[in-house]
Nanobody, 116 residues
Framework: QVQLVESGGGLVQPGGSLRLSCVAS????????MRWYRQVPGRQRDWVAV????????LYADSVKGRFTISRDNAKNTVYLQMNGLKPEDTAIYYC?????????WGQGTQVTVSS
């Protein structure tokens, strides 16, 4: 059974930083493409960033480029999202996603709130 467990969300002031973590189990993490998405209630879930299995290639949504960094530690089965320069519009539930053997898996999400 595949499980993705996110953590690291919380309340932060504009301009602040957070680091999200997602620990995966039940899959061969080192071969999985990992993504972060975010969703505001009542709106569609938006893609934020992706990292390939060997971590040599990353891509970002234009809205977070230059502020967010996705990384992974295959020895710890963990993917991270370092978020700097946070803005109120970054407020959302952040979800970890894994694609492994053509199957899609999702975590339960972690809330990020950016407010003064």
């Amino acid at each position: 059974q595949v499980q993705l467990v996110e953590s690291g969300g919380g309340l932060v002031q504009p301009g602040g930083s957070l680091r999200l973590s997602c620990v995966a189990s039940g899959l061969i993490f080192s071969t999985a493409k990992m993504r972060w998405y975010r969703q505001v209630p009542g709106r569609q879930r938006d893609w934020v960033a992706v990292i390939r299995p060997d971590a040599d290639d990353t891509l970002y949504a234009d809205s977070v480029k230059g502020r967010f960094t996705i990384s992974r530690d295959n020895a710890k089965n963990t993917v991270y999202l370092q978020m700097n320069g946070l803005k109120p519009e970054d407020t959302a539930i952040y979800y970890c996603n894994a694609v492994s053997n053509l199957e899609n898996y999702w975590g339960q999400g972690t809330q990020v709130t950016v407010s003064s």
